[in-house]
């Protein structure tokens, strides 16, 4: 059957389900054939995942069409690296083709002393990058095209940021930004215009030296909550979220010693959100159980390796309790922590990755519902790409080569 001929005549909408692809969410592929025969996958608005690619069918038969999306569809699932590369003032952009290998799309650059993050900040399905160029006060913008390159939008000026956070803090489905400014004291909220471009809101005060930042909804109130590490004091700031870009302070929460990141997730299954905290000085990490109301309830400090740098949760052995990776700048490895449910973890043996790791991220990369890990070798100009087995345990593929000195690492769609 030639069914280009068919739906020159019929406009198709199908509706595709791509069924245990993506781990513990099922993804909805909403597919829209033109009259050209141009083919389009749109991902479901709600899924975790960014499914989002373009192509044009040529085949004549069904099964040729059968065989054309299928391509397309096992394209789109392949996530891909954004690498901010702190000494180049660029970004690395690593299309994933599977099997954990890549294909090097053009840097990006960017400005001076940066890290990058990535979100969807003008809701066409297609991630976007956002960097927090430290020595210049300012964050730059980059709207994704879809195909691994970006289109550049003004600079939105803040403070000496050094790390940010994502999320929609007023509920009006814009992504916001919120930046640390180390040397400031203080954090800067960018509320989203949606088009890439953001209104800024008065800077928070926060007294002391500020490093890293994190968003979630701590208190269950649907207005999501801020929580910034200031090293300095050896503890966080805890700002509920007023549901506007403004916060209400709680009281400070105590960590260890020279903390230097922070993750949120719900370690022990009881809807209210916990954060874990690298402290560097003392090689482990504090797990505070959210009580749900912005106050934490302290566990035993759990040992991790020498230097603990960046934190990142996950579910890696998909018992659907929480895991944790950390890069221990100071050994060369990753601690690997199997969450037990309540808030206490089984230590794996450490995982050997490259010099001086400091970011670490988790996502499934090569499409087999098993997270894997990727860490920064900051030293080496590297990237670790470990894929997971599914038990805490990992295969080591090559180690990919990105710009000098990667200390944020993303992965997502943007290709
Ligand atoms: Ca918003
Ligand atoms: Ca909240
Ligand atoms: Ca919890
Ligand atoms: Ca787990």
Redo the contacts with the bound molecule.
């Keep these: 059957m030639d069914w280009k001929n068919q739906l020159t005549k019929t406009p198709y909408l199908v509706l595709f389900i791509i069924l245990g692809a993506v781990g513990v969410t099922t993804a909805y592929g909403l597919i829209t054939i033109t009259l050209a025969g141009d083919v389009i996958i749109e991902g479901d608005t709600q899924m975790e995942r960014n499914l989002n690619v373009e192509g044009v069918i040529t085949g004549q038969t069904l099964k040729d069409l059968e065989s054309e999306l299928n391509a397309l569809k096992d394209a789109a699932l392949f996530k891909d690296l954004v690498v901010g590369n702190n000494q180049d003032a660029d970004v690395s952009i690593l299309l994933g083709i599977g099997g954990g290998t890549f294909v090097v799309k053009p840097d990006v650059p960017a400005g001076n002393n940066l890290d990058a993050y990535v979100g969807d900040f003008n809701n066409d399905f297609k991630l976007d990058v956002v960097t927090t160029n430290n020595d210049n006060d300012d964050v730059s913008i980059f709207l994704g095209n879809g195909d691994g390159t970006f289109t550049a939008k003004p600079n939105v000026p803040v403070g000496s940021a050094v790390d940010l956070a994502i999320g929609d803090l007023n509920n009006d489905f814009k992504l916001d930004v919120v930046t640390a400014n180390n040397l400031d004291n203080d954090i800067s909220v960018l509320l989203g215009n949606g088009d890439g471009t953001f209104t800024t809101m008065p800077d928070v005060p926060l007294g002391s030296r500020v490093f890293s930042v994190a968003i979630?909804?701590?208190?269950?109130?649907?207005?999501?909550?801020v929580v910034v590490l200031k090293p300095n004091d050896d503890d966080l700031s805890i700002l509920?979220?007023n549901?506007d870009g403004t916060f209400t302070e709680n009281p400070d929460v105590l960590v260890g010693d020279d903390p230097y990141d922070l993750a949120i997730g719900d370690l022990n299954n009881d809807n209210k959100l916990d954060i874990v905290v690298t402290n560097s000085g003392d090689n482990d990490i504090s797990v505070l159980l959210g009580n749900g109301d912005?106050t934490f309830t302290s566990q035993t400090d759990v040992p991790v390796g020498a230097s603990p740098r960046n934190i990142a949760i996950g579910d890696l052995n998909n018992d659907f309790k929480l895991d944790v990776v950390v890069a221990n700048a100071g050994d060369g490895d990753i601690s690997v922590l199997l969450g037990n449910g309540d808030g206490t973890f089984t230590t794996m043996p450490d995982v050997p990755v490259g010099n001086n790791p400091i970011p670490v991220a988790i996502g499934d990369l090569d499409n087999d519902n098993i997270p894997d890990v990727v860490v920064g070798n900051f030293d080496d100009a590297t990237l670790s790409v470990l894929l997971g087995n599914g038990d805490g345990t990992f295969t080591a593929k090559p180690d990919v080569l990105v710009g000098n000195n990667p200390r944020s690492v993303n992965i997502g769609h943007v290709g």
Excluded: E, R, V, W
Excluded at 216 to 225: C, H, V
């Design positions: 979630g909804d701590l208190n269950n109130d649907n207005k999501l909550d509920l979220g549901g912005g």
